[in-house]
């Protein structure tokens, strides 16, 4: 990886892309009745992925950028799961049949904070509303500092497959300065329950760029997390947005690495876990070269949605719980964030749909566009503008944050085919927003492009 290149484009405030147009450009001009229309336009051959949020945690990591909230009383998540399981059979409703489901993902929020009993119910609800199909991935976010062994027998018998675990750091200087401190005896106790339980895939989540961390004690942490052999690794880089998230605060500023120390550690990351024979995936993920993520990536078939890097090739995507964002033919729907405005909603037999983005031909242009540029570090504009009835000169044109980086080598072009050059991978990122027709630099909306 090029460090002048992180030193010139490092500091930009860029989009994850895991949608397109991204949430920030969602409007209340879509709501329920909107939504209604859409889940009833569904094609009959048309499968499902589904994704249930969970904002609730036992305390509060400050590093944090997801919607949740903390919570002591165990009533309050009980009445927040009855809500779930009535938008599921009002989302099932609507649609007017069982449709196929092919993946389920649980995120958070802590998913794993429900009683046993409840996530067993909430998983047969959505088996009877929905075709869960044997071969179904059903994928749960979780706490190693709270998951209990009932839990993860509950979760044996619903069916999940995967589990995703935050580590994050096992430097304990890191640990205290984000509010979340953490074993690795705790996180190895996980992983033994989960994989005696059957629950083969194990995902690991770790972040570069947290207050103190160093490249050092980056590395400790991969060494660790490497002697418990998970199939996945995601690595993001923190991103740190106080004005948006209050608790971020807490966060000495002072002692956050800089750009070039972020882009140090991101490499160091990357490079030892490629040294232990995982495969690079898109911007920052990482699998065993038998792992199904791998094999998509090899195949060209992966996939990119509000989970990140993805196996899932469903068009559609029904977001369940409190703030949960859908995708479908027709466009975005995000839920209320409020828990309180959401549970509102759906005990009057409404859809709890606050916002979303009704998609054009552009946006769908640009969006596969920047879905194979984001999964496979390059796309043949010839080929995605011909499916879509455009001319790649013209989307060139339209480009104009392409040209420095062509400039710089992070892109060539050889005829309308695009490709992000290998020592520039990591700024994937920036390339994909020369595509990005709705964004505004001027907006400290995302996270730092390294």
């Keep these: 990886m090029r460090a002048d290149l992180a030193v010139s484009y490092g500091d930009e405030r860029l989009p994850r892309y895991t949608s397109y147009p991204t949430a920030p450009h969602f409007s209340p001009a879509i709501g329920g009745d909107t939504y209604a229309g859409w889940l009833a336009e569904l094609p009959a051959g048309a499968s499902a992925s589904l994704y249930l949020h969970v904002p609730f945690c036992r305390e509060m990591c400050w590093y944090c950028g997801c919607h949740t909230q903390i919570v002591r009383r165990d009533d309050l998540i009980a009445a927040y799961q009855r809500t779930l399981r009535s938008e599921i059979v009002q989302v099932a409703d609507t649609i007017g049949r069982r449709i ?16 046993p009993e409840a996530f067993v119910e909430l998983m047969a609800t959505m088996r009877q509303a929905f075709f869960v199909l044997p071969t179904t991935e059903i994928a749960v976010e979780i706490d190693p500092r709270t998951l209990t062994a009932d839990m993860v027998e509950a979760m044996r018998l619903s069916g999940v497959n995967r589990a995703s675990l935050g580590v994050q750091s096992f430097d304990p200087v890191v640990q205290r300065a984000i509010n979340r401190v953490q074993s690795f005896e705790q996180t190895a106790c996980v992983v033994d329950m989960l994989r005696r339980a059957d629950i083969a895939g194990v995902n690991f989540d770790l972040i570069y760029g947290l207050p103190h961390q160093t490249v050092a004690s980056c590395l400790d942490t991969v060494r660790r997390a490497l002697a418990l052999a998970p199939d996945r690794f995601s690595v993001f880089g923190y991103a740190h947005v106080p004005d948006f998230k209050k608790h971020q605060r807490m966060i000495n500023e002072a002692v956050l690495p800089d750009g070039p120390a972020r882009h140090d550690q991101a490499c160091a990351i990357a490079n030892a876990l490629k040294e232990a024979s995982y495969v690079q995936i898109g911007l920052d993920h990482f699998a065993r070269p038998d792992d199904s993520m791998a094999v998509a990536f090899q195949e060209r078939t992966l996939r990119r949605n509000f989970q990140g890097y993805t196996t899932d090739k ?52 640009r969006a596969d566009i920047i879905e194979r540029i984001m999964c496979e570090f390059g796309a043949d504009l010839g080929d995605i503008c011909a499916r879509h009835g455009a001319e790649p000169e013209a989307m060139l044109k339209s480009a104009s944050r392409l040209k420095p980086l062509i400039s710089d080598g992070v892109v060539r072009l050889d005829g309308d085919k695009l490709a992000v050059a290998r020592d520039s991978r990591f700024l994937v990122r920036s390339v994909a927003a020369a595509f990005d027709a709705h964004l505004d630099p001027g907006k400290q909306l995302h996270s730092r492009a390294v």
């Design 100 to 115: 196929k489901v092919e993946h389920i993902h649980f995120g958070g929020g802590t998913p794993t904070i429900m009683a």
């Design 314 to 365: 469903a068009e559609v995507l029904l977001g369940f719980g409190a703030s949960a964002i859908g995708h479908l033919p027709q466009g975005y729907v995000q839920n209320h964030v409020q828990i309180g405005a959401y549970a509102q909603c759906i005990s009057a037999g409404r859809l709890a749909t606050a916002k979303g983005y009704g998609l054009t031909d552009d946006d769908r242009l």
